[in-house]
């Protein structure tokens, strides 16, 4: 049981450049969520997807778009990488708490460290 | 909507001293709660939550946390530092049920233990 994994683990653009980071999580999990951190501001959240096919944008999500072809994998891209976007980019997922829809425990990645020249 | 305020970016503690971080959340339903803790190059992992259950919670390597709604906090506390909980932590809320499956959370402390 491997729990939530990202892909890469590490990368450096230029600006312009595109790239897909890659979250995967084998715990059956209906939400998935990407963050981003960057120092002083906590955890912010990008965009997130309740089910599989669904996605909504959750606080930053200028710039960034998701997909969630399949329940267990939550794909970020980034089009046209700006400087702006050097952060530290975290994926969670979580069960539902029954009967409310609420989000109970997330359980995160290790994280990619994106940095954009 | 919901929101969290920790207080103290930074807190510093002596080894063997309590260790207390504030947090404070708004919501307009029961909320749930969370702490998270995250070492260095890490990423984030659940010390303990509140779900409308007890109102004093037991978490892993010995934190607690304490739910008082007249308050609106849900500060965590360790009676005795050590030298491994050195890291930084998070409180967060999750407080609106459909539509709104989200965490909201705070901007973190960063615990330091004095030898």
């Known amino acids: 049981n491997a729990g939530v994994t990202q892909t890469p683990k590490f990368r450096v653009l230029k600006t312009g450049q595109s790239m897909t980071l890659l979250c995967a999580q084998d715990?059956?999990?209906?939400?998935m969520y990407w963050y981003r951190q960057d120092p002083g501001m906590g955890l912010r959240l990008i965009h997130y997807?309740?089910?599989?096919?669904?996605?909504a944008k959750g606080e930053v999500p200028d710039g960034y778009n998701v997909s969630r072809l399949k329940k267990q994998n939550f794909l970020l891209g980034l089009e046209s990488a700006a400087p702006s976007q050097t952060s530290v980019y975290f994926c969670?997922?979580?069960?539902?708490?029954?009967?409310?829809?609420?989000?109970?425990?997330?359980?995160f990645g290790p994280g990619t460290r994106l940095t954009v020249l | 909507a919901q929101s969290v305020t920790q207080l103290g970016s930074h807190v510093s503690v002596s080894e063997g001293a309590l260790v207390l971080l504030r947090c404070n959340y708004s919501?307009?339903?029961?909320?749930?709660l969370f702490w998270y803790v995250q070492y260095p190059n890490q990423g984030l992992q659940l010390l303990l939550k509140y779900t409308s259950a007890a109102t004093l919670v037991k978490g892993i390597n010995g934190f607690e946390a304490e739910f008082k709604k007249s308050e609106t906090s849900f500060h965590l506390t360790k009676p005795s530092a050590h030298m491994s909980d050195a890291a930084e932590y998070f409180c967060a809320v999750s407080s609106t049920n459909f539509g709104n499956e989200k965490l909201t959370f705070g901007t973190g402390t960063r615990l330091t233990i004095i030898p």
């Open positions: 969670a997922s979580s069960y539902a708490t029954s009967g409310s829809g609420r989000t109970d425990t997330q359980y």
């Open positions: 919501s307009s339903v029961p909320p749930y």
């Open positions: 715990m059956n999990h209906e939400y």
């Open positions: 997807s309740v089910g599989e096919g669904t996605t």
